[in-house]
């Protein structure tokens, strides 16, 4: 279910910067990083914060519900991530 949330929601984030040779994961992926993150105790309860996150591996995090609070600081990201999703 976070997998087909986070896919829906990936397809409306802005491209990555190829020239940079930059790529970003799948839902899938972010998916699997957020459930590692949360089976070692890292994510209930906790304040998580994000500095850069051009895989959106915050929203994957947030989907969870499981922490207090996610606070990303990404310049290129911050009105999507922001507007679309945090609100």
Known sequence: ELTEKLEDILTTRPSAFEEFDQWYMTGQHATYRSNFIQDRGDLLNKRILFVGDDDLLSIAVSLTKLPTEVVVL??????????EWAS
């Open 74 to 83: 990404e310049q290129k990201r911050y009105k999507f991530i922001h507007v």
